[in-house]
């Protein structure tokens, strides 16, 4: 906006003599241009230097920790260890605050989220009775399925159970591999 304010002002100067001259809206689009970009770079760094710290501290504890674990079979809480495990924390810490508060956008998408999560709840009248609709089809349809599930799983009852006669015999034949 501020640039068609530039543009428009540099077009119409002459018809405006009570406005701010092109000089002046260079100055202010510049200085506004160097303080949004002042907090971006700033972060920024604070990245590189939280990886710089990350990598730092790990590395000095792992160090520290191989060589007394080769010394002497274990390791112990030493004061190299325990700083490298602090530039560690450190970085993470920086890293959370960058990432979590800080960077450019965070607030505003949160509350946007925010936004849509409330207005999500209350609709209106219409899509709460379409919903209701819906979600009584799907019942329906739920309730349908365990019921044809329900009679496949049981057909029919058991026929009953064979009566117990005895068994006739068949009658004997003749042995086949016997010459006649």
């Known amino acids: 906006m501020k640039w068609l304010g530039l543009i428009l002002t540099f077009l119409f100067e002459k018809m405006t003599s009570h406005g701010p001259s092109l000089k002046d809206s260079a100055v202010a689009i510049f200085e ?4 949004k970009s002042r907090k ?6 604070a990245g590189f230097a939280s990886i710089i710290f990350l990598c730092g501290g790990f590395f000095i504890s792992l160090i520290d920790a191989t060589g007394q ?7 112990r809480m030493t004061s190299t260890f325990i700083a490298g495990l602090l530039l560690v924390a450190i970085a993470v810490f920086v890293f959370a605050w960058i990432f979590g508060s800080a960077w450019p956008g965070v607030k505003e998408h949160a509350v946007h989220a925010e ?5 999500a709840g209350a609709g209106s009248p219409l899509e709460l009775a379409l919903s209701a609709l819906l979600m009584d089809f799907v019942k ?22 064979p009566s117990k006669k005895p068994r006739e015999k ?5 042995p086949s591999h016997l010459p006649h």
């Open 140 to 161: 329906e349809r739920e309730f349908k399925r365990e019921n044809v599930e329900a009679q496949r799983s049981h057909p029919h009852p058991a026929p009953p159970p």
């Open 170 to 174: 068949p009658p004997e034949r003749e």
């Open 32 to 35: 506004e241009l160097t303080y």
């Open 40 to 45: 971006t770079m700033s972060l920024i760094l």
């Open 115 to 119: 936004d849509t999560a409330s207005r």
């Open 69 to 75: 674990f080769d010394r002497e079979g274990s390791i």
